[in-house]
């Protein structure tokens, strides 16, 4: 089990944070994820045999924002 804390840009509101979470959750290998809007940051638990941070921060980008770490 690995840990990342993404650093996000482009939420604004709590809708932002619902969307990110979801998009992360969908991805296989993805065990928590905690969004902050207030940090602009995304605290994520997964596998890293199951998943990278490369298509993290593609679903990130397909749901309108971007990683900035
Ligand atoms: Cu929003």
Do not use: P, R, W
Not at 25 to 45: F, R
């Amino acid at each position: 089990m690995a840990k990342i804390v993404l650093k996000i840009k482009g939420m604004s509101c709590q809708h932002c944070v619902v969307s990110i979470t979801k998009a992360l959750k969908d991805l296989k290998g993805i065990k928590d994820v905690k969004v902050s809007l207030e940090k602009g940051s995304a605290e994520v638990n997964y596998d890293d045999k199951l998943v990278t941070k490369t298509q993290m921060s593609e679903a990130v980008a397909d749901d309108g924002y971007a990683v900035i770490n």
